[in-house]
C-alpha cells in the first residue's frame, strides 16, 4: 500500500523553530573568529595587533637606518675618492715637476749635445702648458746654453728659448695706464722712437725727460716733462741704437743685432728674443734678461 504525502504541505511551527535555531547557530559558529575578542581574549588579541604593528615599525625604521647608513657611507666614499684623486693628482704634477727640473738641470750639464738641446726645448714647452718651471732653474740651464752657444748654434737657440721663457715669467707693473696711440705711425710729439705696430701706453705721472731716452710727451706738460713710465704691447722692435728708460715691452719680437743699446729699469714680459748671432752684445743682453727684473745695462761695455 502506497502513502502519498503533499510536498506542499506547511511544517509543523515546532519544526520551524528547530530549523531557525540550527541556522542562527551555524551562522553564529561562521562569523565568530571575525568578531573582535572580549575580556582577557581582548588583551592578549590587543596586544598581538600592537605587536605586529610595532614589528612592522622596527622592519621600516630598520631599513631607514640601513639605507641612510648606506647612503652617508657612499657619500663619504665618493669624498674619499675625490680626496684621494685630488692628492694622488698633486703628487703626480710634483714628481712630474720635479722630473721636468732634473731633466733641464741634467741638460744644462752638457750643453753642446744635440741630445740634451732636444730635451731642454721640450722641457720648456711643458711648462709652458702646465706647471712653470722655477726662476733660478731657468735662469741657471740659459747661462749654461749661453756660454756654450759661441761655438754651438743650436745651444744658442736653446738659450734664446730660456730667454723668451724667463720672460713669460714676469708681470707688468700695476700702474694706471692710459693709451699713448693706436696709430702705426704716431707723430714725434706723441712719441720718440715708437717700435713698430705697437700698442703705446703712459702712466700720468710725470719726471724730467732723460736726454737721447725713447719717452713720451703728455698733453699739458712742459716740454721738458716726460711720461714717468712708458709701455709697449703687442708687434716688435729693433733694439741696435735704443735708450730706453723705464720702459716695459709686453708680448713682443724683440731683435738685436749687437749695436750700442742702453737699458734703464727695462722689464720684458713675455716677449720672444731674435738674436741672430751669439755675440758678446748679444749674450751679454741675453744674460741680463735672464737674470734680473728690470735690466739695466748699457753696450757696449765700458
Known sequence: MHCLVDEKMPLAPENQSWINTQIDNAIAKAIAPLRPPSGWKKALYTLREW????????????????????????????????????????????????????????????????????????????????????????????????????NNPGAWNVALDFVSYRSALNLPPQRRWMVLSKSPNPTPEEIKGKPGDATAYVTDEAIPCTPGATQAHLTGQPPDMCAAYLRFVGGSVVMDGGYYVNTIFENMRITYRGGPLRLENVTFVNCTFDFPQPTPETRRVALAVLESTPVTLATPKG
Not at 57 to 68: G, Q
Not at 93 to 113: C, F, G, M
Not at 136 to 141: L, R
Open 51 to 150: 605587536g605586529v604593528l610595532g614589528v612592522t615599525v622596527t622592519i621600516i625604521l630598520t631599513l631607514a637606518i640601513f639605507a641612510a647608513t648606506q647612503w652617508n657611507a657612499a657619500n663619504k666614499r665618493l669624498a674619499e675618492e675625490a680626496t684621494f684623486q685630488t692628492k694622488t693628482g698633486d703628487r703626480l704634477d710634483k714628481i712630474e715637476e720635479s722630473l721636468r727640473i732634473l731633466r733641464v738641470s741634467n741638460s744644462a750639464l752638457t750643453p753642446n749635445s744635440p741630445t740634451s738641446q732636444t730635451v731642454a726645448k721640450l722641457a720648456i714647452a711643458e711648462a709652458k702648458k702646465s706647471v712653470a718651471l722655477p726662476t733660478p732653474v731657468v735662469e741657471q740651464a740659459g747661462k749654461s746654453f749661453t756660454d756654450a752657444a759661441p
